[in-house]
């Protein structure tokens, strides 16, 4: 068993070959469309399509023109990427730990992090669990400090009721194969400030600045800044589109998944279960427990187990201070942030897919389950 099948139909089967039989197949009409059904869906002004979150993040740090002698707050439990896009503009990477519930941001670690140099903090979603946000604003809004949600694991992710990605500053979605929208690869950035999207808009596109006199055979854009292609395609937006026209289908499916593993899993007191959150607006991206006893030798048996079952699982994510990187740059060691480094040793992925089946639940419970009580 897969630790995720993406949910796929006739519908991108036509999307693609109208893509494809309209010859337009590089950034057009279908990212268009594409960018409008998402932005619609998550509530915010402006969508922009990338070639992956990971873009998508570079670009929202460009944007806000963060450079050297700034730094960036990231949690130290999330993919490498949060981290990364403050390191691909110059600025430095201020790691803080987590909550070990929400595996989110710890709001009183942030505040303490905080130097004059602080201009952004990298509010991540994750697993599909929003950060609290308002513990987070109400930290960075008095001081300026500007908020980059990394949303890559949250389409669909509710905060007391509203979509996230223009509840900060900046917004960035992922459509990786493990996503609860998939394009293969690709990303987007979301935002309701005029001025970050005119700006990601001409970052995203070599650096080119829109023509705003009449089109002519010999008119050429001007480009004015420095910039990148990291344009979606319409290939893989044409997938992105009919993903969009069954999104509710594929958070249900998620949610039920989710419901089904909590309900036979609630009695086993070894392990911490996904919270539900705020707003109850989970999108389970990924079902990740945390073995309680045992540490990560533990944890490794089990997932040891689960692979001679042929059932993939992996780790939560990283401890990202940990990583041969950010170690050697900044001289940090795993005690640095003990929660993350504890998350990373004894949590566990589930699979949790569209279409999972409650017997596949059932299966995958019982080994843990085994595995847990065993010596």
């Known amino acids: 068993m897969n630790i995720t099948h993406p949910y796929f139909d006739d519908q991108e089967i036509e999307q693609v070959k109208e893509c494809l039989a309209s010859g337009w197949v590089t950034q057009g009409p279908k990212t268009a469309a594409f960018e409008k059904a998402f932005g619609a869906y998550q509530g915010v002004s402006h969508a922009l399509a990338t070639t992956s979150c990971t873009a998508a993040l570079h670009l929202a740090t460009l944007a806000l023109d963060l450079g050297p002698d700034d730094e960036v707050i990231v949690p130290a439990f999330t993919w490498i990427t949060s981290a990364n896009c403050a390191e691909y503009v110059g600025a430095k990477v201020v790691f803080v730990d987590v909550n070990p519930h929400t595996y989110n941001i710890d709001p009183v670690a942030l505040e303490a992090a905080l130097t004059s140099k602080t201009k952004a903090i990298v509010a991540v979603h994750l697993f599909g669990l929003a950060a609290d946000m308002d513990e987070i604003l109400a930290i960075a809004r008095p001081r300026g400090i500007a908020v980059i949600e990394d949303a890559a694991c949250a389409t ?52 080119s600045s829109p023509l705003d006199t009449r089109v002519r055979p010999w008119s050429m854009n001007q480009f004015d800044v420095l910039g990148y292609n990291l344009r979606l395609s319409d290939i893989q937006a044409a997938v992105g589109l009919a993903q969009m026209g069954k999104v509710e289908k594929l958070l ?47 944890r490794n048996a089990i997932m040891e187990a689960f692979e001679n079952e042929k059932i993939q699982t992996r780790p939560g994510t990283h401890a990202v201070h940990r990583l041969g990187y950010y170690a050697g740059k900044y001289g940090l060691k795993p005690e640095d942030f003990p929660i993350a480094a504890t998350c990373e040793d004894t949590t566990v992925t589930l699979p949790i897919f569209p279409g999972m089946e409650e017997d596949d639940i059932a299966r995958v419970t019982e080994v843990l389950k085994q595995q847990i009580l065993s010596n």
């Open 252 to 298: 249900a499916d998620r949610r039920a998944a989710a419901a089904h593993y909590t309900e036979l899993l609630s009695g086993v007191d070894e392990l911490s279960l996904p919270l539900l959150g705020a707003g109850e607006g989970h999108s389970y991206q990924s079902y990740v427990v945390r073995v309680l006893k045992g540490g990560r030798d533990k």
């Open 156 to 207: 669909g992710s509710l905060y007391k009721g509203k979509p996230v990605g223009a509840i900060g500053d900046i917004g960035c979605f992922s459509f990786h194969p493990r996503k609860v929208v998939t394009t293969g690869e690709g990303g987007m950035v979301t935002t309701d400030n005029d001025d970050l999207a005119k700006r990601v808009a001409v970052l995203r596109n070599h650096g």
